[in-house]
Antibody
Framework: EVQLVESGGVVVPPGGSLRLSCAAS????????MHWVRQAPGKGLEWVSL????????NYAESVKGRFTISRDNSKNSLYLQMNSLRIEETALYYC???????????????????WGQGTLVTVSS | QSVLTQPPSVSLASGQKVTISCSGS????????VSWYQQLPGTAPKLLIW???QRPSGIPDRFSGSKSGTSATLAITGLQTGDEADYYC???????????FGGGTKLTVL
């Protein structure tokens, strides 16, 4: 059974930093591209970032470029999101998501968000 | 304002068929696969359709997807109260170099 368990969400002041983690199990982690997707309270879904299976390819939403960094440690079956210069409007539930495509994919070659964690809540507030 | 346009809400009676549209452009839907997601209240989203019209195992054939030009459609037949949820479309946008979601459609089953 695929499991994705996010952690690291806390209350952080505007301009602060935070690192989210995602522990993956139930599949061969290093075979898949992984994503972060967020959802502000009462709002829709917003894609944040992706990282290819080998970590060599990353993509970011324009709104987070230069402030967020996605990374992974395949030896630990773990995905990370380093978030800097956080803004109030980035208060959201952050989901760790496995792509459906087996092997390398990036951008439009990826097939969609197959499995989702339960999310970790990041609150940006003074 | 979302890059992909969905109706904010739809309401239909139990047993009927509903279609939810997702309108985009040549930089996204027109040249990439579309996927659809169901988000039941208080839960994480679930993949319903990938590659325009493919269903993951375990998804009933009451759910189907299609794409034509720069628009995609999710159809649900034999509506059940358990289908009440928010539905989202998603695809890659070549101009933005980013995945984009529709704004979501809230389905109410009367």
């Amino acid at each position: 059974e695929v499991q994705l368990v996010e952690s690291g969400g806390v209350v952080v002041p505007p301009g602060g930093s935070l690192r989210l983690s995602c522990a993956a199990s139930g599949f061969t982690f290093n075979d898949y591209t992984m994503h972060w997707v967020r959802q502000a309270p009462g709002k829709g879904l917003e894609w944040v970032s992706l990282i290819s299976w080998d970590g060599r390819t990353t993509n970011y939403a324009e709104s987070v470029k230069g402030r967020f960094t996605i990374s992974r440690d395949n030896s630990k079956n773990s995905l990370y999101l380093q978030m800097n210069s956080l803004r109030i409007e980035e208060t959201a539930l952050y989901y760790c998501v496995k792509d459906r495509a087996l092997g390398y994919c990036s951008g439009g070659l990826c097939l969609g968000f197959e499995y989702w964690g339960q999310g970790t809540l990041v609150t940006v507030s003074s | 304002q979302s890059v992909l346009t969905q109706p904010p809400s739809v309401s239909l009676a139990s047993g009927q068929k509903v279609t939810i549209s997702c309108s985009g452009s040549s930089s996204n839907i027109g040249n990439n696969y579309v996927s659809w997601y169901q988000q039941l209240p208080g839960t994480a989203p679930k993949l319903l359709i990938w590659e325009n019209n493919q269903r993951p195992s375990g998804i009933p054939d009451r759910f189907s997807g299609s794409k034509s030009g720069t628009s995609a459609t999710l159809a649900i037949t034999g509506l059940q109260t358990g289908d009440e949820a928010d539905y989202y479309c998603a695809t890659w946008d070549n101009s933005l170099s980013a995945w984009v979601f529709g704004g979501g459609t809230k389905l109410t089953v009367l």
